[in-house]
C-alpha cells in the first residue's frame, strides 16, 4: 500500500514539475511576433514639425494594436544621433524612422543589416548607392504650399478688388530656415500659387540661420511685416511667425500661412490656412511590410526610385488644413478644392509661366519656366533651386 502512495506522489510531483516548466516557459517566450520600431526625433512634440510626425507614430500604433510596440527619442541633434540607435537596437528594433538629416542616422545602416532604417528624404537626390536596408520618404509638399498660395492670392485679389490695397501693395513674406533646396522650392511654389490669382504680387524673403528658433522666427517676421508684407508664410518649425502676425493684426492688415500643424488656435484673427505632409501612409506601410517579410518599396505605394518613395495630393501624403472661412476670401474653397482635384489627376503644373530662375550660387545656372518643370520626377528630395527674377528677393 506504501508502494502504491509513494507512486501516485511521485507521479504528481513530476506532472507538477512539467506544468511549471511549461508554464514557465509560456510565461518567458520572447514576443517574436511583436515588431519593435524606434521614432528618433529632431524636436519634440512643442515644435509642429516634430508633433506632426508624432502623429504618424500614433497612427501606426492604432493600426496594429497588440502588434507593433514603439519607442521614441526627442530633442536629438544631427551629430549625437549614433546612441539612440544602438539604443534602440538593443531594445529590439527591427525598423527605425528619423525625421532629421542626421549623417550619423545614414552610418547605422551598414552596422545593422537586419534593421530597416527609413530617413525623410534626406540626400536620396545625390544617386548613390545605399544599403538595402536604407529607404527614404517624402511628401510632395510642393503642390500642398501651391494650395495654400492660392488662399493667400484669393485675399490679396479680395484686398485689390475693393480698393482695400493698391496692386503695388500685395507684398508676400516668407520666413525660411535656410537658403537650401527644400525651402526654396517650397517658396517658389507657395508663390506661384499667389500669382495664380493676384499676379501683382511679390515676395521678400528672411532665412533665420535655424530650422527651430522660436525668437528668430518672430523677429523675420515682425522685420517683413515692418516692410509691408500682408502675406506672411514659413518654412520653419516653430509657431514664432504665426505669433508675430496676431501680434500685429491688431494694428496692420496682415494673415499668416503655416506650416505642419492647424494655427488657427494661436493665430485665430490672422492665420488663413496651413498644410502638412502626412507621414502616416508611409510609417503604416513600411511596418506593414516589415511585418509581412516584404521589401519596403514593393509594399509601400507611390513613385518608387530604388529605395526612395514619394507622392502626393494623389495618395495622400500631403494636406491642405482647414481654411479659416472667417478671414478668407469669398470663393476661396472652391478654389482650392479645383485646384487640389487637378493636382490629384495631374493636370495642374505648377512650375510654369513666364519666369526666368537662376541658382544663387552658380548664376548661369538658369531655368525657363516657359517649358515648365516637374519637382520631385525622380526622387522624394526636391531640386527646385532657381530663384524667380523680378518677383522674388532675398534678404
Known amino acids: 500500500m506504501k508502494r502504491v502512495y509513494i507512486t501516485t506522489i511521485v507521479t504528481a510531483l513530476l506532472m507538477l514539475a512539467i506544468f511549471g516548466t511549461a508554464f514557465s516557459a509560456w510565461e518567458s ?41 514603439t519607442y521614441a527619442f526627442s530633442n536629438v541633434r544631427e551629430n549625437e544621433t549614433l546612441e539612440p540607435v544602438h539604443e534602440l537596437v538593443r531594445r529590439g528594433c527591427t525598423l ?11 552610418q547605422a545602416v551598414e552596422t545593422y543589416p537586419d534593421v530597416q532604417f527609413c530617413q525623410s528624404s534626406y540626400n536620396s537626390a545625390d544617386h548613390k548607392r545605399y544599403p538595402a536596408n536604407y529607404h527614404t520618404f517624402n511628401g510632395a509638399i510642393y ?14 485679389r479680395d484686398w485689390i478688388d475693393s480698393r482695400v490695397i493698391e496692386p503695388g501693395e500685395a507684398l508676400v513674406g516668407y520666413v525660411g530656415a535656410f537658403p537650401t533646396v527644400e525651402v526654396i522650392s517650397g517658396y517658389t511654389a507657395f508663390l506661384l500659387g ?28 515682425e522685420a517683413l511685416i515692418d516692410e509691408g508684407c500682408l502675406v506672411i508664410g514659413q518654412h520653419t518649425d516653430t509657431i514664432g511667425p504665426a505669433v508675430a502676425c496676431e501680434m500685429a493684426g491688431a494694428d496692420r492688415r496682415v494673415i499668416h500661412v503655416g506650416y ?14 496651413s498644410c502638412r505632409v502626412n507621414w502616416t501612409p508611409y510609417v503604416v506601410g513600411a511596418a506593414q511590410a516589415v511585418l509581412d517579410r516584404k521589401p519596403i518599396e514593393k509594399a509601400v505605394e507611390g513613385s518608387v526610385h530604388d529605395s526612395d518613395i514619394c507622392a502626393g495630393f ?5 494636406q491642405v488644413l482647414d481654411l479659416n472661412k472667417q478671414i478668407a476670401a469669398f470663393g476661396t474653397q472652391e478654389k482650392l478644392d479645383k485646384a487640389v482635384e487637378a493636382l490629384r489627376r495631374g493636370t495642374l503644373e505648377v512650375y510654369r509661366g513666364d519666369y526666368t530662375g537662376v541658382d544663387p550660387i552658380n548664376p548661369s545656372d538658369t531655368c525657363d519656366l516657359k517649358l515648365g518643370y516637374q519637382e520631385n520626377e525622380k526622387n522624394s528630395w526636391p531640386t527646385f533651386h532657381y530663384i524667380l527674377n523680378d518677383v522674388i528677393t532675398v534678404e
Do not use: H
Open 260 to 273: 505642419n500643424q492647424d494655427m488657427v488656435d494661436i493665430a485665430p484673427n490672422t492665420s488663413l490656412i
Open 29 to 69: 517566450k520572447p514576443e517574436t511576433d511583436v515588431l519593435k520600431v524606434g521614432f528618433i526625433y529632431e524636436n519634440d512634440e512643442s515644435t509642429p514639425y516634430t508633433y506632426n510626425f508624432m502623429l504618424a507614430q500614433y497612427a501606426l500604433e492604432r493600426q496594429f494594436p497588440g502588434q507593433v510596440q
Open 314 to 318: 494623389d495618395l495622400g501624403w500631403v
Open 96 to 106: 527605425i524612422f528619423s525625421n532629421s538629416y542626421s549623417d550619423q542616422f545614414v
Open 194 to 221: 499667389v500669382r495664380s490669382v493676384a499676379p501683382e504680387a511679390t515676395m521678400r524673403v528672411r532665412y533665420t540661420g535655424s530650422w527651430s528658433s522660436f525668437k528668430k522666427e518672430k523677429a523675420c517676421a
Open 143 to 156: 503642390q500642398a504650399r501651391y494650395v495654400t498660395g492660392i488662399a493667400a492670392g484669393m485675399k490679396l
